[in-house]
């Protein structure tokens, strides 16, 4: 690994930081931190380290910290969905849950003073939120729906763990993958309709069929360097390497030391592992790969297995387990309080098999429900919210945090965006879903380059004043033929954004004014 004490005048204050002294540090000093109180900590340890525990400080609301758990594939049992909604309840209307783009869950109004504790609650229940932010390997994405789907290919749940336990050390915090250049993303699919949107990940594994001498054989295409920033948007290219799903872990570790010790440091704009790739060339970044491996890859198969058109899985849909079901539930923009939590879990524990899974479309999936228990667990309040049947618009909503608790954001977007989608469609009829999504800046955490309509956050202009504003993408497709979208129009008044997309919803869309009561 580079030594990077030797060469901190050439690199950024981030790199400067970590050359001093690495994020996982301040794992030993959470006692003291919690003893202090949040506003005596050394800020580059509050502002920064503590991101490498998930422990994000947010100026927004000074005081309150967002903790980022690591659910891998998406995966929750309601024993831990418990604790995390008890460990919300005591900060009352304060505090909140997000289920984020990355099939993961995010806690606000976290307390230093508390984290001891908090942390001493996940360990108990199998919980982590080792090495969830800045410059580490963020939440490893499977199929949603891995093991319950009768049409898989493979299901990615154990492969993903094996992932995540050897990046994380089991959760306990891995030094080897604690100073990458900048973050990283990976995810890998089983399924035929690409549900963890593999072509924006820094690795993406998709299924793929390699004719042999033996036969057919299943593996995974793989993919790199595809990423979203203020700077730049690409999606990922192809590595030309076929692996089998027992050179996965390995492929993984071997692109991250290659990433880790060449990657790009000077710039945090040029950083991430598409930069690498533009100044090397694909093949040179190939043959370093191998060179860690010890062998050479297999050329990439000519085609691979994402045939089908993405879904969203929502609804009710039967497993191949007979007489089994698993109910996609609708969670408006992914927002959860802690008595929904609770029901969540009830819910999982009662009817299904006490397991949870969220998806990156910010929505949530319970399985396992018996043919006879599905009556009553669509009788349930809490459907009344989080709806089996949402409206064609609402149903693919998805939103980033926005200025409400992100300092980064330009714009407040999670309120605003549903309550806009519930103005279009009081206004319009839809012969088909069509995916809206927003974030509060450049950053792309909502990811508006794979919508159908983006909406990025900016600062328009209105009568000579500044206000909030999008500028607006389409042509985003995600599952079989992905491709990113563009930016159409900038600047758009968020007052004004309401006719503007009830245009484009009739142009593009199909969709159509409701008829005028007589």
Known sequence: MTDLATTTTSLNKFEKFKAEKDGLAVKAEIEKFAMMGWDAIDTTDRDHRLKWLGVFFRPVTPGKFMIRLRTPNGIMTAAQMYVLADILKRYG???SADITTRQNIQLRGIRIEDLPEIFNRFRAVGLTSVQSGMDNVRNITGDPVAGLDADELYDTRELVQQIQDMITNFGEGNSEFTNLPR??????TGGRDNSVHAEINDLAFVPAFQSLAEGEKFGFNVLVGG???AKRCEAAVPLNAWVTPEEVVAVCRAILEVYRDNGLRANRQKSRLMWLIDEWGIDQFRAAVENKLGYKFVSAAPHDEIDWEKRDHIGVS??????????????PVGRLQAEDMSQIARLAEVYGSGEIRFTVEQNIIIPN????NLVSFLAEKLLEKFTINPGQLTRSLVSCTGAQFCNFALIETKNRAVELIKSLEAELDFTQPVRIHWTGCPNSCGQPQVADIG???TKARKNGKAVEGVDIYMGGKVGKDAK???????????EDLQPVLRDLLIQHFGAKPKDTPQ
Not at 183 to 188: L, R, V
């Open 93 to 95: 209307d304060d505090a």
């Open 183 to 188: 973050k990283f993303n990976i995810a890998i």
């Open 227 to 229: 990423f979203f920033s």
């Open 318 to 331: 039967k497993q191949k387990q007979p007489g089994l079901n698993y109910v996609g539930m609708h969670v």
């Open 369 to 372: 429900i018996p043919d006879d």
């Open 455 to 457: 909406l990025m956050g």
């Open 484 to 494: 990113l979208g563009n930016c159409i129009t900038k600047g758009v008044p968020c």
